[in-house]
């Protein structure tokens, strides 16, 4: 007899075919009709499970990921028109882009660019034109160089040529249970006999940025990198982290300093000239933290970069 735990995995299963789907597709059109096809579900059925399972209607899901996506693209390619990106993401016109846009973010595309404090990283022995810019922009550089300070002290970064890295996963939505889902994803992996390869290390793969995603509903693949075959199953997903570049920060931190050793890292990247890919970054871990004296993680960030 099929449990409703089985069920239920199944659902998660057939969702995260959908999501990748999504990610790769936002400029295409994305009907309720093709995805609901892919997931091998009635579109009736498909649209009640992807609300159930991701907390939000598939319509509100690809408009806010499209949203989040023009945010990016303003973010670190300001070369690109406001123009281009509304008709590139499937909106009518750029009023209709600049309302919906505005009602996730507050404010305008054009005054999103604008507030993007990166612009201020470079203007070190540049002339204000006002003093309230350069109070703005000296409030800024103190912040960089804070973090600039903090991360010499507690990393060493290196550019590196990651290889290809396989592994078995689980999708997670929010910064809350992250731990539960790891504990989930072990148990699989030591009833598969995974654990045992000293190679094998957990990790964590960010597909949305805190900086422009709630924190609630970035997207993670929670992982277990391995190069032992394994068949997905239920809510285990098989991936793969492409061949890449990256800045690799070493740490060894707390769980409370891994939003400052981001931010970190990524400042240090901005201020050392190179751009990120399009690829997401992600953590790769090098022990269990309850296990540590000081209760520390040993982690290596990546941010893979062009």
Not at 234 to 258: L, Q, R, W
Not at 271 to 298: L, M
Request: net charge positive; hydrophobic share 35%; glycine share 4%.
């Amino acid at each position: 007899m099929i449990s409703k735990n089985d069920i239920e995995k199944d659902y998660i299963s057939r969702i995260n075919l959908t999501l990748k789907h999504i990610e790769h597709h936002l400029d295409s059109e994305l009907s309720l009709e093709s995805l609901s096809g892919l997931a091998l579900y009635s579109p009736f059925h498909f649209h009640r499970i992807f609300k159930a399972i991701i907390g939000e209607t598939l319509h509100g899901y690809i408009v806010r990921k499209r949203i989040e996506k023009t945010a990016s693209v303003l973010l670190h390619k300001r070369h690109v028109s406001i123009t281009e990106l509304s008709l590139q993401y499937g909106f009518n016109s750029n009023s209709s882009f600049t309302r919906a846009f505005k009602k996730f973010y507050g404010i305008s595309p054009s005054e999103f660019r604008k507030k993007n404090p990166n612009k201020f990283s470079k203007i070190r022995n540049a002339e204000s034109k006002n003093g309230q810019e350069n109070l703005i922009s000296e409030k800024y550089i103190c912040n960089i160089n804070n973090h600039l300070n903090w991360i010499k002290m507690n990393a060493n970064i290196e550019i590196k040529e990651i290889p290809e890295l396989k592994f078995a996963s689980i999708t997670h939505f929010g910064v809350t249970g992250v731990e539960d889902v790891f504990n989930r994803l072990a148990k699989w992996a030591n009833a598969k006999g995974l654990m045992k390869n000293p190679e094998t290390k957990m990790a964590r793969i960010f597909h949305d940025s805190f900086k422009i995603t709630d924190p609630d509903k970035v997207r993670m693949s929670i992982c277990l990198l391995t190069n032992t075959l394994f068949v997905a199953e239920e809510e285990i997903d098989a991936g793969i982290i492409k061949k890449s570049k990256c800045i690799v920060g070493h740490f060894e931190i707390t769980p409370n300093d891994f939003e400052k050793s981001w931010s970190s890292l990524f400042i240090w990247m901005n201020e050392n000239g190179y751009k990120k890919a399009e690829v997401s970054p992600f953590e790769v871990y090098h022990n269990d933290f309850r296990e540590h004296p000081e209760n520390k993680c040993i982690v290596d960030l990546h941010i893979p970069i062009e």
